[in-house]
């Protein structure tokens, strides 16, 4: 099947804005001389770093130090943002850098929830629930892509918009549970169970989209194959 599907408008719109907003950070990168691979292992950090900081309580103990975790996952996504646009216009993109920052993605994913399970935000068995559906979204993707498909923008969310979720979630989390245990002295904690809920919903509403236009993209192959 040719691999130059159409790129879906969501990802066109996105990939416009994104391109505007990086161009001068990325421009004084190259003039840096800072490599791509460099970004994807700062982000990969920041992501580790918010995990340890979720999976320790602080999102809970202290209103001092609950905004680190958010701080560490938005560094995380600017960094994984900034590292393709960067290896583009470098030209310094290439399969190896692909395949790294792809793999870390996959253990920044699978760090994160299992921070979330740590720090008692969710428990163990709704923990690896949302670690086996996050990995189903990225393993339908790669198999996919394998078979030529274009999976860019397909499916509600993807791992840009699974970061923004989590990192608002977090950031209103905080505010209500402090808030609410100083104006109350008794906090609230149902705020972030019920997001989560949303959140794995969207996940699983997202992997249905992804099965369906696999499925639908390849039985279309077929079938034009077999009238050539």
Known sequence: MNSENILPAKRERQNGFVEKLV????????????KP?????????????????IALGFTRSHIFFAWVAPLLLAFSGIFDILDGSLARKSGRASKAGAFLD???????DATLVLGLIYGNLVNYAFGFLLLFITIMISY??????????????????ERA?????????????????????????TAITWFFTTMILVYSGLLIITIGQRIFFVFNSLNKENGSVQDD
């Open 23 to 34: 161009n001068g950070p990325v421009e004084f990168l190259i003039k840096k001389r800072i």
């Open 37 to 53: 691979n460099t970004l994807s292992y700062l982000g990969f950090l920041c992501s580790i770093g918010a995990a340890c900081f």
């Open 102 to 108: 792809s793999n870390l993605d996959r253990i920044s």
């Open 140 to 157: 339908i993707r790669s198999r996919a892509e394998n078979e030529g498909l274009n999976m860019k923008g397909v499916g509600w969310m």
């Open 161 to 185: 918009e699974r970061m923004i979720f989590l990192w608002i979630i977090l950031i209103v989390e905080s505010w209500i549970y402090f808030l609410s245990e100083y104006l109350t002295g």
